[in-house]
């Protein structure tokens, strides 16, 4: 059974509560996906064996019931197991603190999307940007010209402000170029040149991938960008662009150091001893990945 609906002051100590599941909803725009995959049913299997241990954190909807902030992934869990209730902390935030909490809680999953990336990125920094017009007048980091703000998500996302601002241009692709990406139909670097075409144009784009069956390469994109620039961005020029004829791109090389490799020898090694060791080592490992395979 669900607590009373109480909301705890600011300086009042958190606490645990146990929540009724239909009374959460999920957060407003919430840019990271809820799979059924095996990560998901990993959670399952834990929430079987030992339960929900760290609670979730929703905060109180003016309209009734709760918006999930942090926990998205274990409320669905909860749900697949058939629990009831699930733990959670009620916490009082604005909509900038909520987003803010939601991107960074979930920035730090290794299987993130590039376009759960973008979204993130984005709704982080239009936060970061209200809270900063709220700030005093005097305040040193007022003001979009400093781009405090893309540093501040670059920082915290250990990226630089350069790769942060061409995630966020991926946001101005029609969903069905982000949809591609996604899926690794369209490298991320052409499909941040393709963001610069216009909504008509990337429609047209679309027809001229399927069309000349070819995904662009990041020198087709930068053509398609600077015609658009131009204004002469046409069908015509589109399907000529993507029917070009790709260069192959050369295999590059594997150099080591031998300065590298004598860290993992002894010093009375020969060349050719370590050349001998090196090949056994990987034919070790290629059977064990073949092992693996059959198993």
Not at 62 to 87: C, D, F, K, W
Not at 140 to 159: F, I, R
Not at 188 to 194: D, G, Q, S, T, Y
């Amino acid at each position: 059974m669900g607590s009373k609906k109480t909301t705890n002051s600011r300086d009042a100590p958190e606490q645990i509560q146990q929540i009724q599941l239909d009374e959460i909803h999920p957060f407003k725009d919430h840019p990271f996906k809820v799979l059924d995959d095996e990560l998901m049913q990993q959670t399952i299997d834990s929430i079987m064996q030992v339960g929900i241990l760290n609670p979730t954190i929703i905060r109180p909807d003016p309209n009734g019931g709760y918006e999930m902030v942090s926990g998205h992934r274990r409320l669905h869990a909860a749900a697949q197991v058939g629990l009831q209730t699930i733990p959670a902390i009620v916490r009082d935030l604005t909509d900038d603190e909520a987003v803010l909490l939601m991107v960074d809680s979930n920035l730090q999953r290794e299987t993130i999307s590039p376009m759960e990336r973008a979204r993130a990125y984005k709704m982080k920094l239009e936060a970061l940007r209200h809270q900063g017009k709220r700030a005093e007048p005097t305040s040193p980091q007022l003001g979009e010209k400093s781009n405090w703000a893309v540093s501040l998500v670059a920082d915290e996302a250990g990226s630089s402000r350069s790769q942060v601002q061409r995630f966020i241009r991926l946001t101005e692709l029609n969903p069905q170029l982000q949809d591609m990406v996604d899926n690794k139909e369209i490298a991320v670097n052409p499909a941040v040149e393709l963001s610069f075409l216009t909504e008509e144009e990337q429609v047209q784009f679309l027809d001229a991938m399927e069309y000349s069956q070819n995904t662009p390469s990041l020198s087709q994109a930068q053509k398609l960008k600077k015609l658009s620039k131009e204004g002469q961005c046409s069908q015509e020029a589109m399907y000529a662009i993507m029917s070009e004829e790709k260069k192959p791109v050369p295999e590059r090389s594997i150099t080591i150091s031998g300065d590298i490799l004598r860290k993992y020898f002894p010093r009375n090694y020969s060349v050719e001893q370590i050349e001998e060791t090196i090949i056994k080592l990987l034919q070790s490992w290629q059977r064990n990945k073949k092992r693996q395979k059959e198993r």
